[in-house]
């Protein structure tokens, strides 16, 4: 071994097996980055899936709202204030529907934003563990309740209850299914406003309590500000969400589109036209058919414009910690 000047084979020697080398390494990698790339494949697929979906939507509205607009006027559109497509004398003035669907979403928004950063302030700053964990999840069940039974509530429970407290109410009004809408966001401003309150850093708090603040204004003065950006947002998704609820106002609301901000008098969202429109009823290419897809973008483009402006406030507002 003296004069061949290699070094001797130790596992000869010693009888330990070899290190296995870097070709060998990844030979027994291959297995787990074809399966990564085919996930990657896969996830990728599902992106461009929903991206397309959305352009599709896009698409179709945009097409049947110019074919709208090549019959109507727009300023007959913008500027009437009367919604009677399928009467004999029609008239197509989209503000009875906007003034519907915003009055009934106000209500809702009156109903859960207050008892939702509430509830969000207890369960991030005053309840224990156990109870977080038991209020927290039963308060999201709310969320699965299907808006039929919320909207049967409303007509049946809510509506003759509040006639006994204001007698002119009607039978059909904005005021028993805004407040319906309200719980049902309810889990939405809720679970939201409280992720958002627990991920302020304890630091902030600690801090307030040395220079003697008191709970309650650690937790109003404090906490509520640093998680000002998550409350927006959670405040702007469920106006989102009440905009674009269908069955509760389709079922309590009524049918009748009033260009009016009176709570207690039947009226009708642009959801619940679509419900109407599109019970097939109305012959296919006409233009009361058309008026869905009118009906429609502007649907899309009022949620379109909070869900922007909801980003918008969380990137403006939003606090950095280290």
């Avoid at 991206?51 to 727009?74: D, Y």
């Avoid at 003034?99 to 309840?127: D, K, N, Q, R």
């Amino acid at each position: 071994m003296e004069g061949t000047g290699t070094l001797p084979d130790k596992s000869r020697t010693t009888g330990v097996e070899p290190t296995p080398g870097v070709h060998a390494i990844a030979r027994h990698r291959k297995g787990p980055q074809f399966g990564e790339k085919l996930i990657h494949l896969a996830l990728f697929l599902c992106g461009v899936l929903s991206i397309f979906t959305t352009l599709g939507i896009v698409f179709i509205l945009i097409f049947e709202t110019v074919g709208f607009f090549r019959k109507i006027s727009p300023m007959d559109f913008f500027f009437d204030t009367q919604w009677t497509p399928l009467f004999a004398e029609k008239h197509f003035g989209i503000w009875p529907l906007v003034c519907g669907t915003f009055l009934t979403s106000i209500i809702a928004m009156l109903v859960a934003m207050p008892i939702g950063i509430f509830s969000a302030v207890y369960l991030s700053e005053y309840s224990p563990d156990r109870v977080r964990r038991v209020l927290k999840p039963a308060l999201e069940v709310l969320a699965g309740i299907p808006t039929v039974v919320y909207g049967y509530f409303a007509l049946l429970f809510i509506t003759p209850l509040l006639q006994k407290l204001i007698p002119p109410m009607s039978g059909f009004n904005a005021l028993s299914p805004g407040i319906v809408m309200g719980v049902m966001i309810l889990p939405i401003v809720s679970s939201l406003s409280e992720d958002a309150m627990y991920a302020v850093p304890q630091s902030l708090r600690e801090g307030a309590y040395a220079l003697g603040a008191r709970k309650l204004h650690v937790s109003f003065l404090v906490v509520v500000p640093a998680a000002l950006s998550g409350i927006t947002a959670a405040f702007l998704l469920g106006v989102s969400r009440a905009i674009g609820e269908t069955m509760i106002v389709a079922i309590a609301a009524g049918q009748q589109p009033r260009f009016t901000l009176n709570p207690l008098v039947p009226i009708e969202t642009m959801t619940a036209y679509i419900v109407q429109v599109s019970l097939g009823d109305t012959p296919h290419g006409t233009l009361e058919y058309n008026t869905i897809f009118v009906v429609g973008m502007m649907l899309f483009v009022s949620t379109f414009a909070l869900n922007i402006i909801s980003h918008w406030l969380r990137r403006r507002y939003r606090e950095a910690y280290a």
